[in-house]
């Protein structure tokens, strides 16, 4: 009961410094206990940070990515998850080539819809789903599972899994996301182990 409890407080400590409310020392705090409970070593870790930073800098460098579309890069093996919107085919394509031409970019997930950007409500909504996914999580009584190991995306309702985990642990993450109010889809890029 105790390290639900505590698993718990992680999560909620990282939803609020996901969401900007919380002082810089906790969001250090937090990411120390991530990387303590990650499966992925430290440097894929880093790696993975690199990649969405580079990911992001290629894209800048084309103003239409800016003037037409807002475009999320999320990666965690150095696997690659493209979500948010383009304004048409050609960007959501130039995205996904952009990034899969980083190196150690193992492969690139593309889940860009085609249209107009989320609004400040709708991203506010998938924040909220986002922290609701990952305090739901900790209730999960699989021997040892952590909810730490499962990253939540979320995108105009639609929940993104990522995570090295086991069958068993995807299979329980899967339920519980689906059955949150407001969530359209559940869309897995888990690397079982």
Same mark, same amino acid.
């Given at each position: 009961?105790?390290?639900?409890?505590?698993?718990?407080?992680?999560?909620?400590?990282?939803?609020?410094? #996901?969401?900007?409310?919380?002082?810089?020392?906790?969001?250090?705090?937090?990411?120390?206990?991530?990387?303590?409970?990650?499966?992925?070593?430290?440097?894929?870790?880093?790696?993975?940070?690199?990649?969405?930073?580079?990911?992001?800098?290629?894209?800048?460098?084309?103003?239409?990515?800016?003037?037409?579309?807002?475009?999320?890069?999320?990666?965690?093996?150095?696997?690659?998850? #493209?979500?948010?919107?383009?304004?048409?085919?050609?960007?959501?394509?130039?995205?996904?080539?952009?990034?899969?031409?980083?190196?150690?970019?193992?492969?690139?997930?593309?889940?860009?819809?085609?249209?107009?950007?989320?609004?400040?409500?709708?991203?506010?909504?998938?924040?909220?789903?986002?922290?609701?996914?990952?305090?739901?999580?900790?209730?999960?009584?699989?021997?040892?599972?952590?909810?730490?190991?499962?990253?939540?995306?979320?995108?105009?309702?639609?929940?993104?899994?990522?995570? #090295?985990?086991?069958?068993?642990?995807?299979?329980?993450?899967?339920?519980?996301?689906?059955?949150?109010?407001?969530?359209?889809?559940?869309?897995?890029?888990?690397?079982?182990?």
């Amino acid at each position: 009961m105790q390290k639900k409890v505590v698993t718990a407080l992680y999560l909620f400590i990282i939803s609020l410094t #996901l969401q900007g409310c919380a002082a810089a020392i906790v969001g250090g705090a937090a990411a120390t206990a991530g990387i303590v409970h990650d499966r992925r070593t430290a440097g894929v870790i880093v790696e993975d940070q690199s990649i969405e930073l580079k990911g992001y800098d290629l894209m800048a460098k084309y103003p239409r990515f800016k003037e037409q579309s807002s475009i999320h890069v999320t990666s965690y093996n150095m696997v690659v998850l #493209l979500t948010g919107q383009a304004g048409d085919e050609t960007l959501r394509d130039k995205a996904e080539q952009l990034v899969s031409g980083i190196e150690r970019v193992r492969r690139v997930v593309n889940e860009v819809e085609i249209g107009s950007t989320s609004s400040f409500g709708e991203n506010g909504r998938d924040a909220a789903l986002t922290s609701e996914v990952k305090l739901k999580l900790a209730g999960i009584d699989i021997p040892d599972f952590d909810p730490l190991r499962v990253k939540v995306v979320t995108e105009r309702g639609v929940v993104f899994l990522l995570g #090295l985990i086991t069958k068993a642990e995807g299979d329980a993450v899967t339920k519980v996301a689906r059955h949150i109010s407001g969530v359209r889809r559940v869309v897995r890029v888990f690397e079982y182990i």
